[in-house]
């Protein structure tokens, strides 16, 4: 497109400087997806109040939703509300699980500084073709790309797998090498949506598999690993759900422990996207359920907001180790 933006004029940064600092620091930079206003504002404010680095990221359905015009905006808002908090923090604005060359150009030409494609489904060979394409593309505009070996069991927006492949550690060194790319999802257990496991009355989660994230850690030292997938399903939010009319049976996700131990190893990227949409959900069908004769969206989403702010900051202090990194 003619009229193509950088990231730079948005004020964002790409991950590539966060990533290096993450992985000698031994945490995890968050990765927290929005779809509208009141999202953004709760990532910013807490991010800003805990003096988090942080990657906001869109899907393609939130792209479609939200108009990819009205998000360049929200990014730039973003950078400036956060400014105005006294926080000058380092907002990445990512492509969360591109799936198609164009869609990630299109991302790039539009001010995104960071891009995900997602060739997991595709034979080894196409994978590293495509990724290669957008790889190439995006360092030309000075924007980072995150590829994707294994597949993620789950649900969320267009990705749907029905079982998971866990990631072939003898796979990602090639993979590295022949695409360029400068950072790489992997597939250690973690599971898309609010469903991650099924388990049986009295059944545990089952733990990460740790031994592929240190074989990949040894394959590829030091490079940036991100998990997706990584939500805890919180529980009182499954609790309030379903105590105000909600039908949630069942959903569980990765304990916080496990996460916290991969964010001080390799891993520099964690993606969390359900936890903040139960928090939201949670919220809004608590305020409406207490207050039925309330109309006005600032009330319900406002409380539906602070109660985000709260997990956000939880989240960057005790499970990504994030706060105070800015």
């Keep these: 497109m003619s009229d193509a933006v950088s990231y730079k004029d948005l004020g964002l940064v790409n991950s590539k400087e966060l990533f290096r600092k993450a992985v ?35 899907s393609k359905g939130a792209r479609n939703y939200a108009n990819e015009t009205m998000l ?37 030409d539009s001010g995104f500084s960071s891009v995900m ?46 079982h998971s492949t866990y990631t072939q550690p003898d796979e ?29 009355e009295g059944e545990s989660v089952p733990p990460l598999r740790f031994d592929i994230l240190e074989e990949c850690e040894k394959r590829i030292p030091g490079f940036p690993i991100v998990l997706h997938g990584a939500s805890s399903v919180v529980p009182e939010y499954v609790d309030l759900i379903n105590m105000y009319g909600g039908k949630m049976d069942g959903a569980v996700g990765v304990p916080e422990e496990q996460l916290r131990k991969a964010a001080a190893s390799a891993v520099c990227k964690i993606n969390i996207d359900s936890d903040g949409r139960l928090a939201v959900t949670a919220k809004v069908r608590e305020y409406l ?21 709260k997990l956000i900051k939880h989240k960057n202090e005790a499970v990504l180790g994030s706060a105070g990194k800015a």
């Design 289 to 309: 359920a207490n207050d039925p004769a309330e109309f006005d969206p600032r009330k319900y989403l406002g409380a539906a907001r602070q109660e985000l702010i």
């Design 172 to 200: 990602v060194e090639d993979f590295v090498k022949k695409t360029g790319v400068d950072s790489l999802a992997i597939s250690i257990g973690t599971s898309h949506g609010a469903y991650k496991f099924k388990l049986k």
């Design 24 to 58: 000698d620091g031994g945490y995890a930079i968050p990765a927290y997806n929005f779809n509208n206003l009141e999202q953004l504002q709760a990532i910013v404010t807490a991010c800003a109040e805990t003096r988090s680095p942080v990657i906001i990221q869109v």
């Design 117 to 162: 494609i997602d060739g997991s489904h595709l034979p080894y060979d196409e994978n590293v073709a495509l990724t290669k394409k957008v790889v190439e593309y995006a360092h030309a505009h000075d924007v980072t790309v995150e590829g994707e070996l294994g597949v993620l069991a789950g649900i969320e927006d267009e990705v749907v797998a029905e």
């Design 72 to 108: 360049r905006f929200m990014a730039m808002g973003a950078v400036a509300m956060a400014k105005e908090m006294g926080a000058d923090l380092p907002i990445v604005l990512h492509l969360d699980h591109g799936d198609s060359f164009e869609l990630c150009k299109s991302c790039i």
